[in-house]
């Protein structure tokens, strides 16, 4: 007997998502399946980091159905979504610069012992994490502000990765690194699928997704327009769905209106 396939870890459905009378997110779907990395495309305001964030629960969905291995859920707060297992690296990194490494990976999850932080402990766990990454930082007693982009970004990943996540999130994370920095970076992605993560990468870089991505979602005006595999898809289809020169999803739904009359 054949064993059934494993449901997706994160499946939407319809999702929408507005901020009073804007809204930014309309009919999305999405699914992400464990060991795949899933690009997220789209010019400035398409409804990329909006959607990190309703995954994150930081933006809860207004709307639409979440499924999370296979069970509804609603992705009501950060806490939540965390302790289903998804973890978020945010563009900005939120990092305080005059903690160091480990004060990093560990803030607001601090081990106490008698009510007294266990720094042995949490430097044994932070060397850990970082010695499974494939970025060196060379002391984790540094101070975050003495790293480079590519060093802070794998602090950021190390603090995600605490949880044990199955999914993670990605936004923009190769924006203020150097080419040599994002190779770097894009080979711990690749490692990270291959233990078997979830990832949604959020790019507008072609060359990053093509490089790491199995598909692309491409968002404009906070809806679908299309998802295709990074490995067949050409770059100007791609492209094409970016800026509306193909509106896949967008124009039908548009021709659907005008059918019904609205």
């Not at 590519?150 to 993670?168: F, G, T």
Request: aromatic share 2%.
């Amino acid at each position: 007997m054949t064993q059934a396939a494993a449901p997706p870890l994160l499946t939407l459905s319809g999702v929408v998502k507005s901020f009073g009378a804007v809204r930014a997110l309309t009919d999305i779907d999405l699914e992400i399946r464990a060991g795949e990395v899933v690009a997220v495309m789209g010019d400035s305001g398409a409804g990329k980091s909006t959607l990190v964030k309703v995954i994150a629960g930081v933006e809860p969905a207004d709307g639409g159905t979440l499924n999370w291995k296979g069970r509804a859920v609603q992705l009501s707060s950060p806490q939540h979504s965390q302790n289903l297992g998804i973890s978020a690296v945010y563009q900005d990194l939120s990092l305080c610069d005059n903690l160091d490494v480990v004060g990093n990976v560990f803030l607001g999850r601090e081990i106490r012992r008698g009510g007294v932080l266990d720094e042995m402990a949490m430097g044994r766990r932070t060397r850990g994490l970082l010695d499974s990454l494939s970025i060196r930082v060379p002391d984790a007693r540094v101070p975050v502000a003495s790293l480079s982009s590519d060093q802070r970004q794998i602090v950021a990943i190390a603090r995600a990765l605490l949880r044990e996540p199955d999914l993670l999130l990605l936004d923009e994370p190769t924006q203020a690194m150097s080419t040599q920095q994002t190779n770097k970076f894009l080979d711990l992605v690749e490692m990270l699928r291959d233990r078997g993560l979830g990832i949604v990468f959020i790019s507008h870089t072609m060359g990053d997704i093509k490089a790491v991505a199995d598909r692309v979602a491409v968002l404009r005006l906070g809806r679908n327009n299309g998802v295709f595999n990074v490995h067949t898809a050409s770059q100007e289809l791609i492209v094409s769905a970016i800026t509306g020169a193909t509106d896949h999803a967008v124009a039908h739904r548009s021709t659907e209106r005008k059918e019904d009359g609205v």
